[in-house]
T-cell receptor, first 116, second 110 residues
Framework: GAVVSQHPSWVICKSGTSVKIECRSLDFQATTMFWYRQFPKQSLMLMATSNEGSKATYEQGVEKDKFLINHASLTLSTLTVTSAHPEDSSFYIC????????????FGPGTRLTVT | QKEVEQNSGPLSVPEGAIASLNCTYSDRGSQSFFWYRQYSGKSPELIMFIYSNGDKEDGRFTAQLNKASQYVSLLIRDSQPSDSATYLCAIRGGADGLTFGKGTHLIIQP
């Protein structure tokens, strides 16, 4: 149980275009979903927290107009990178919690984004 | 600003020995503490979490927490080559997202 999927697993896009990444909880309802970014040889950095039906809360330094997050249902959250630039190339990983009080976050397999 | 500090390594340990990984954190309000293992190109996988002072054991793994010293550690007994990975320490306050350290690269030498 507690499986989180991401789609696509990797994507290449041209500079200036937008790309959408989906995060789904397959066998549980995710009250909260988190989006992280990991640059090569760096650790995961929390980008934003999204709760179903609410606006996402972004971490300091993350542009909310560039990284659009939608958490339309208890099983799906999407991250759209708008007007992508090469510096947005990174490994994007989502995680989901079943309950607000849950200690555990279940991580998706990640999406490798390359902007050319 | 929450900070989590780890020695980046690499930490090299002979097969069958005990690997000891350490982590310190800055936020005294942190409520739960996690150890994740990450293989290259993959997302992290949870090894253990701990939220009370003391030790918590799960198979070959033991997590130790000392809130007064703001210190968390992970011991891996009978280390195997498959344990070679980057180990990430993470903290969480309430329902917040995780704050990760930069990770310790562990190498188990056959």
């Amino acid at each position: 149980g507690a499986v989180v999927s991401q789609h696509p697993s990797w994507v290449i896009c041209k500079s200036g275009t937008s790309v959408k990444i989906e995060c789904r909880s397959l066998d549980f309802q995710a009250t909260t979903m988190f989006w992280y970014r990991q640059f090569p040889k760096q650790s995961l950095m929390l980008m934003a927290t999204s709760n179903e039906g609410s606006k996402a809360t972004y971490e300091q330094g993350v542009e909310k107009d560039k990284f659009l997050i939608n958490h339309a249902s208890l099983t799906l959250s999407t991250l759209t990178v708008t007007s992508a630039h090469p510096e947005d190339s990174s490994f994007y990983i989502c995680s989901a919690s079943e309950r607000v009080s849950s200690y555990e976050q279940y991580f998706g397999p990640g999406t490798r984004l390359t902007v050319t | 600003q929450k900070e989590v500090e780890q020695n980046s390594g690499p930490l090299s340990v002979p097969e069958g020995a005990i690997a000891s990984l350490n982590c310190t954190y800055s936020d005294r309000g942190s409520q739960s503490f996690f150890w994740y293992r990450q293989y290259s190109g993959k997302s992290p996988e949870l090894i253990m979490f701990i939220y009370s002072n003391g030790d918590k054991e799960d198979g070959r793994f033991t997590a130790q927490l000392n809130k007064a010293s703001q210190y968390v550690s992970l011991l891996i007994r009978d280390s195997q080559p498959s344990d070679s990975a980057t180990y990430l320490c993470a903290i969480r306050g309430g329902a917040d997202g995780l704050t990760f350290g930069k990770g310790t690269h562990l190498i188990i030498q056959p």
